[in-house]
């Protein structure tokens, strides 16, 4: 949603300068009370009525040092997990962060999951279970019968 106007909000305090309800004010205009009296109430306690500013850039966890520290830690141990590394900025770089966060990290210096020799994700070991299916045994067939399929 957009912020409103700076005309309409010059408006809407002239309005309320010239003494006419917030209620009143709301109905002339399209706008809701309670951003009237936000408005006033700005006015009032910063003295000034212009849009604020929105958000922002969110920055991360590591900084250039510490990405640094982190990338020379995945080439001396290249099998470890995230929560390994994880545990490890915790410990050592004394900063809390998620898992996600340690993800972002490698992503952004280039590093990508652990991959196997047949190009697919390297699965745990729990799950590199061996098949359990049954050894093929072929069929016996009876030696003067041909099966022919259309």
Known sequence: MRAYSFDLRNRVLTFCDAGKGTHEVSNILGVSESWIRRLKQRRREEGRVAIRSSGGRRHGHFDALRLSQLEEWVRQHPDATLEALRARV????????????????????????????AGQRARSSRRAAPSRKLPHRPSIRKPGKLRVSR
């Open 90 to 117: 915790v410990d050592q770089m004394e900063l809390r962060c998620s898992l996600m966060a340690v993800c972002r990290a490698l992503k952004k210096l280039g590093w990508s999951l652990k991959k196997n020799a």
